[in-house]
């Protein structure tokens, strides 16, 4: 069984470093509670504000479940992130394993 990672790669306004930090907080208590994938954020080593969210699946089926469930509390902590995005711009990519 083959694991998918999902990939989001942003910058966040300037400011807005401390209300981003508490919504992703929530955000990793809330994945870490629903068990359909591991999620994490790192920040850039040497770029302030530019952040990788990462959602990792044991499995393909897995994350079509965590891609097509009915979250609204992570639909709702994930729309106030995208508040803090410079510019809106956000770069996405999903890997699958190869075997």
């Known amino acids: 069984m083959a694991k998918v990672i999902l990939t989001i790669q942003y910058e966040i306004e300037e400011g807005k470093r401390e209300e981003y930090l508490k919504a992703i907080e929530q ?6 509670a629903n068990g359909l994938v591991s999620y994490s954020v790192f920040e850039q080593k040497r770029k302030k504000n530019s952040f990788f969210e990462t ?3 044991d499995t393909e089926e897995a994350f079509n479940k965590f891609e097509e469930s009915d979250d ?4 709702q902590l994930t729309e106030q992130l995208t508040r803090f995005i410079k510019d809106g711009k956000q770069k996405y990519a999903t890997y699958i394993e190869t075997n």
């Open 27 to 32: 955000l990793k208590q809330h994945y870490a």
């Open 55 to 57: 959602f990792i699946a």
């Open 72 to 75: 609204e509390t992570a639909d």
